[in-house]
């Protein structure tokens, strides 16, 4: 019994980092140790109690990755382990609708609340390695490049900068001036005519910088 668990908990620590493997090596030699110099059963109930904490160790260690979606109706997490074998498996996923969607604390607080709904469900957060995080396109702010505090409030997706004013009209003429026929960056709703208006409204700053909003969260979150 006791060999075979050793065996399984050698297979599991297999898909695990190589510090679970450097500690194993000297509990299997400590347990044919034990064999020759302890009765049997003391052997077998020390072999359990090493072997138990070593899988508890092994498991905490499994690195997670979470992804991250804000969207158009709420955000979404999706938190993934490699699984024996290779490929991954989904862990742990949960979603909230917004309350403010344009406003770049809600996003915060979103991806807050999403970790913390995580960590109540048994996921150990400190074992996630990494982090993407997708948003909805064109949405941007602009941020102080050295305090990462907005400075001026987001701009969603669906925000147009119209022609009801005299630096909208001007970014619109940059627009039609620089920006080739038919692309993307003609947009009214894109980043490039938000930036331009931003612009055109007050001068930024040196320290001004455009952010998007997948952007802005991952830089929080560093």
């Known amino acids: 019994f006791v060999d075979g668990l050793l065996t399984t908990v050698v297979a599991v620590a297999n898909t695990r980092p190589k510090s679970v493997l450097v500690a194993l090596a000297p509990i299997q030699s400590y347990t044919w140790w034990f064999r020759r110099r302890v009765i049997k059963k003391e052997m077998i109930l020390l072999q359990f109690l090493i072997l138990s904490c070593l899988v508890l160790v092994a498991t905490s260690m499994v690195p997670k990755f979470a992804g991250f ?6 955000a979404r997490v999706s938190i ?22 344009d406003d770049h604390k809600a996003w915060m607080a979103a991806v807050e609340s999403l970790l913390e709904g995580a960590s109540e469900n ?32 987001p701009r969603m997706y669906d925000y147009d900068i119209g022609t009801d004013s005299e630096a909208a009209e001007e970014a619109l003429e940059l627009l039609d001036k620089h920006a080739p026929p038919r692309h993307t960056a003609r947009a009214r709703t894109g980043s490039l005519a938000k930036l331009l208006k931003w612009q055109r409204e007050t001068p930024l700053k040196d320290s001004e910088v455009l952010c998007h909003q ?3 969260i991952s830089m929080q979150l560093l």
């Open 69 to 74: 979606d804000l969207g158009t109706s709420g």
């Open 80 to 101: 993934i382990e490699p699984v024996a074998g290779g490929g991954y498996h989904e862990v742990y996923a949960e979603a909230l609708t917004w309350k403010e969607y």
């Open 122 to 153: 048994g996921i150990e957060t400190q074992s996630i390695k990494s982090i993407c995080v997708s948003g909805t396109s064109a949405s941007c702010l602009i941020v102080d490049a050295e305090t990462r505090e907005a400075t001026r409030l």
């Open 214 to 216: 997948s952007d802005y």
